[in-house]
């Protein structure tokens, strides 16, 4: 791995590590008025767990943006012989 490739791993963990705290009292009993404050307090580490799918992205782990999906397989449709044999009803 290159090492600017670490660095939205490294924001990732970071962010975890200070939302720890908050995380537990979610746990505990979750209110919408505990995630506010959680946001309120931790702006930066909010920001970077809604933003980590992008800076994934942009460092090179899944898909390049633009690049055309992977084709899709071909699905097998079966017309219930397999399932016959199996002794499956249905």
């Not at 899944?62 to 055309?68: E, L, S, V």
């Amino acid at each position: 791995m290159r090492p600017a490739a670490a660095l939205p791993v490294l924001l990732i963990l970071l962010a975890l590590r200070d939302l720890r705290g908050e995380f537990a009292l979610l746990r505990d009993g979750f209110t919408w008025s505990a995630v506010w404050f959680a946001s309120r307090d931790h702006p930066l580490a909010v920001m970077v767990l809604l933003s980590s799918v992008s800076l994934l992205r942009r460092f090179g782990f899944g898909p390049a943006p633009g690049r055309a999906p992977l084709p899709r397989q071909a699905i097998r449709r079966d017309d219930g012989a397999a399932a016959r044999d199996r002794g499956c009803r249905g």
